[in-house]
């Protein structure tokens, strides 16, 4: 009898043993779920100078500047520190064939009541001989869309612009008249902003 009912005791203990290892496999072995990360931000940001009686615009690309990238990088550190698989797509198409779960669009618009200041980069503004005079800074404008796998529903947050102070009186006429050491401080200023701006969006989804 003691034999008997040593026999079954030591049964379930093995059954409870393998029954919880086989749990944590499967746990591992399930896939998290894949965020797509759309950005449609232009590839170089603007270099606005707006002076002289007339308001009128110097607005040029700095093509020699390449910061894209790090609205999608600051995306993904933010979905994977959450414990996601992010892969970078270029539409919600990768919805539809399977690569995501979910996506999610980086989505640049314009400054309100600022032409010429869609997405990211540098203004200036000077008028009436210094009697309107906003100082130096860089700038971003976006707003962040949700999409799901197999759901109509868009989940899209309001759009959020902000504005950083480069620490100098005033910009040159053009990019290519900054020191090395401005630019890059120019640039600096313009991805921490960057940064920031995203950071405060992605908050604001529950994911």
């Not at 990088?73 to 994977?80: A, I, K, M």
């Not at 996506?103 to 032409?115: A, D, F, L, N, T």
């Not at 947050?157 to 401080?185: H, N, Q, Y």
Request: aromatic share 10%.
């Amino acid at each position: 009898m003691r034999y008997l009912t040593f026999l079954i005791v030591a049964g379930l203990v093995l059954l409870s043993f393998y029954g919880c290892g086989t749990s944590g496999i499967d746990d591992v072995s399930l896939n998290p779920i894949i965020f797509g990360v759309v950005n449609q931000f232009p590839d170089h940001p603007n270099y606005l100078k707006e002076k002289t009686l007339t308001a009128r615009q110097q607005n040029t690309t700095i093509e020699s500047l390449w910061v894209k990238g790090q609205l999608t990088r600051v995306v993904e550190q933010f979905l994977v520190a959450k414990g996601y698989r992010v892969i970078e797509v270029e539409s919600k198409v990768a919805l539809k064939d399977g690569r995501a779960d979910m996506v999610i669009e980086i989505v640049p618009r314009q400054v309100s009541k600022r032409e010429g200041t869609f997405g990211y980069g540098f203004s200036d503004r000077k008028f009436l001989l210094g009697l309107i005079n906003t100082k130096p800074n860089s700038y971003v404008c976006l707003q962040l869309t949700l999409n799901r796998k197999n759901s109509m529903r868009v989940i899209t947050t309001k759009r959020e612009e902000r504005f950083s102070d480069i620490g100098v009186d005033t910009m040159p006429g053009e990019w290519t008249k900054l020191t090395g050491a401005e630019k890059k401080r120019f640039e600096e200023n313009l991805q921490a902003n960057m940064a920031k701006t995203l950071d405060l969006l992605l908050s604001r989804f529950k994911i």
